[in-house]
């Protein structure tokens, strides 16, 4: 990738305040540039709602200076962000991926003695410092925005005042799902009494997975017909195991990915 206009660079310092301010590159482990990727693609891909922008990579001494080459318009995103913590000391008001990468820094910063000022060439002054002292971490009462599948019958639609679907699923649990006329009225499928999957979005609570029902709105009916092979599924997980071997808590893995605890 060419620099040009069009592209800014987004820096992220890294000093060793556990030996004497520096740490050279010689020391800086595979290892620990994975996890620095890892985070920054997070962050950076949590700043567009489309597909992310090319970011290319690299690395120049002053202790180690990680150097990410990417989109001006990217890279403003990211300084509005870093502002935005700098000034509120504190993670609120982010979104879950953005707020979870800097609470990964957090802890990397925390377990190495690691000093991280994070910038960009579009807005040099705007610095966010992570350091073994700060505490950029999610509070566990908060309420996400986020988008979940949800299966089963549906049983009631309409609404004189409000419209909404009623989904009730096979354990018995009820959902009440906000929906506009518009998507009810145009719906050519005979609704009541089928099964199916239901894409809504809403308000999740962060510590426990809990949605918060009266927060659901339709996104999209799926028509929903499982078939379960499991020889099929056997094979498959087969399969995939031994590339799970290093992952110590499958579960939190998912949660991650997922975007909640």
């Given at each position: 990738?060419?620099?040009n206009?069009?592209?800014a660079?987004i820096?992220f310092?890294i000093d060793?305040k556990?030996?004497s301010?520096?740490?050279?590159m010689k ?9 620095l ?6 962050l950076?891909?949590s ?5 992310r ?8 001494g002053?202790?180690?200076?990680n ?9 403003i995103q990211?300084?509005?962000v870093l ?31 690691y ?15 992570i350091?073994?002292q700060?505490d950029f971490?999610i509070?566990e ?5 986020a988008?979940f599948?949800?299966y089963?019958t549906?049983?009631?639609a309409g ?23 518009e ?7 005979n609704l009541?009494y089928?099964f ?14 809990e ?9 999209e009916l799926?028509?929903f ?5 499991e ?10 195991t ?8 499958v ?7 997922r975007g909640?605890?």
């Amino acid at each position: 990738m060419a620099a040009n206009n069009s592209y800014a660079t987004i820096f992220f310092h890294i000093d060793d305040k556990n030996h004497s301010g520096r740490v050279s590159m010689k020391d800086y482990d595979i290892r620990e540039l994975k996890e620095l990727l890892e985070n920054v693609d997070m962050l950076l891909s949590s700043q567009s709602k489309d597909s992310r922008a090319t970011v290319s990579y690299s690395v120049d001494g002053g202790s180690v200076l990680n150097k990410f080459l990417t989109t001006r318009q990217m890279a403003i995103q990211l300084s509005a962000v870093l502002s935005m913590v700098a000034i509120q000391n504190s993670l609120d008001g982010l979104e879950l991926r953005t707020a979870r990468s800097f609470e990964n820094i957090q802890q990397i910063a925390r377990k190495r003695g690691y000093e991280f000022e994070i910038y960009s060439s579009e807005k040099p002054e705007s610095i966010l410092k992570i350091t073994p002292q700060t505490d950029f971490h999610i509070k566990e009462d908060v309420w996400v925005d986020a988008e979940f599948y949800l299966y089963g019958t549906l049983v009631d639609a309409g609404g004189k005042n409000t419209s909404n679907i009623h989904i009730t699923t096979e354990k018995g649990k009820n959902y009440t799902i906000a929906t506009t006329r518009e998507q009810l009225r145009d719906e050519e499928r005979n609704l009541l009494y089928k099964f199916f999957g239901v894409r809504a979005s809403g308000k999740q609570k962060l510590d426990t997975g809990e949605i918060k029902e009266d927060s659901l709105q339709l996104i999209e009916l799926l028509t929903f017909n499982p078939v379960f092979n499991e020889k099929y599924i056997g094979s498959l997980i087969k399969k995939a195991t031994p590339k799970w071997a290093d992952v110590k808590d499958v579960d939190e893995w998912v949660r991650g990915i997922r975007g909640h605890e």
